[in-house]
Structure formats: structure tokens, C-alpha cells
């Protein structure tokens, strides 16, 4: 079955302790992004990957670090996280990010909360 | 970032009645994209818009890509019980990368039987 998984799928945590969620997809992607989603802000782009070893900036990266060393691997690191990043987070991938390839398949979500 | 302007945030509607929502910035988009995110999980792409003035239809929803190229709407017609959730319009900017994508704040839609 073609997904894109999330590990773990809840995390409490408390501020400063480095943590990563991993984000895998099986489907033979080229782009994959992550992004945090907050009431009433809609999703916001953290990173985004377009091939491997190929990752920028998306709106929101503050605070945050990615790697993308396999094309079906792309993990999020938070190496001292804070509060405000307490948020539903997503992994997301889709063929390309070109032309008509813009079919992102989300991952089921990590809620991350920062005491 | 920039923002996509999304209206209306919220609806109450009775099942049989049609839907209308849009998303409006000041810069030019390249792609625009509609979601649904059913509660609990991700989102899921509805209808994806490539060029200005395209309209498109995917069952009871319709999704046009604004002649300005600054603008979308999606309207759902008929609604059912199932079209309970939250929708968003996403956009890649003009000028930007391809992989950099925008998301609307949400329409929380809410389908009364």
C-alpha cells in the first residue's frame, strides 16, 4: 500500500531535549516536505526536500533541521525544542515538484507537545 | 511568508445545499491546489489547477483558477454528511521555487443532516 508513515504519532517532551520524528514513504518520490499546522494559521511549510541531498528553506524553519540522504527517508530534527513549537506536524511527499506532479500524499500527523 | 487569504472560515450548512469558498492574495500564483483534511488525520488533494482560468471538476466539487491568477474558488454542490471537515486552498507563488507551497488558514466546513 502506497503511504507515507510518521514516527511516533504523539510526543510530549520537555524544552532543550533534541528529538527527531521520521517521516518514510514507499511510493518512490522525488519531493517531500514537512510542515506544522496551528489553529488558524493553516499549514506552514518547515522544509522541503526536491531530491535527495537537495533540501531549502520553506516559511517556517526556525528551529528546525532536516536530512534527506535516502529519497524515501526525510526526517525532521529539533535539536532544542521550545514551547512554541508544540504543534500537529506533517510529513508530505509527492512525485515531483514540477509541472502537473503536485499530488502530496500527507502523512497521518505527530502531535508534538513542548513543557 | 506570504499569505493566502481564505474566506469564509467557517460554514454551517443543511445537507442538500452547495458550497461555495475562495482564496485571494496580492501576488501571482503559478499553481493553485484544494484539500480536505477529515478530523484526526492529513490532508487529502481534491483538485489540483495549473494554469489561469482553467476550471475543474471532480465529482460534486469544482475548482476554478482565478484570470488574475491571483485568486481560486472551490464550490461543492449538493453536500452530504461526508463533506464534513476543514478545506484548504495551497499555491505556489510566482517567482519562488517549485517545491515551496502556501496554505490558506482553512474553511471548517459543518454539514447539519
Known amino acids: 500500500e502506497a503511504q507515507v508513515t510518521q514516527n511516533p504519532r504523539y510526543l510530549i517532551t520537555v524544552t532543550g531535549k533534541k528529538l527527531t520524528v521520521t517521516c518514510s514513504q514507499n511510493?518512490?518520490?522525488?519531493?517531500m516536505s514537512w510542515y506544522r499546522q496551528d489553529p488558524g494559521l493553516g499549514l506552514r511549510q518547515i522544509y522541503y526536500s526536491m531530491n535527495v541531498e537537495v533540501t531549502d528553506k520553506g516559511d517556517v524553519p526556525e528551529g528546525y533541521k532536516v536530512s534527506r540522504k535516502e529519497k524515501r527517508n526525510f526526517p525532521l530534527i529539533l535539536e532544542s525544542p521550545s514551547p512554541n513549537q508544540t504543534s500537529l506536524y506533517f510529513c508530505?511527499?509527492?512525485?515531483?515538484?514540477?509541472?502537473?506532479?503536485?499530488?502530496?500524499?500527507f502523512g497521518p500527523g505527530t502531535r508534538l507537545t513542548v513543557t | 511568508g506570504q499569505q493566502l487569504n481564505q474566506s469564509p472560515q467557517s460554514m454551517f450548512i443543511q445537507e442538500g445545499e452547495d458550497v461555495s469558498m475562495n482564496c485571494t492574495s496580492s501576488s501571482i500564483f503559478n499553481t493553485w491546489l484544494w484539500y480536505k483534511q477529515d478530523p484526526g488525520e492529513g490532508p487529502v488533494l481534491l483538485i489540483a489547477l495549473y494554469k489561469a482560468g482553467e476550471l475543474t471538476s471532480n465529482g460534486r466539487l469544482t475548482a476554478q483558477f482565478g484570470i488574475t491568477r491571483k485568486d481560486s474558488f472551490l464550490n461543492i454542490s449538493a453536500s452530504i454528511p461526508s463533506d464534513v471537515g476543514i478545506y484548504f486552498c495551497?499555491?505556489?507563488?510566482?517567482?519562488?521555487?517549485?517545491?515551496?507551497?502556501?496554505f490558506g488558514q482553512g474553511t471548517i466546513l459543518t454539514v447539519h443532516p
Open positions: 508530505a511527499s509527492s512525485l515531483s515538484s514540477r509541472g502537473q506532479s503536485y499530488e502530496q500524499y
Open positions: 511510493m518512490n518520490h522525488e519531493y
Open positions: 495551497a499555491g505556489q507563488l510566482s517567482g519562488t521555487s517549485y517545491g515551496k507551497l502556501t
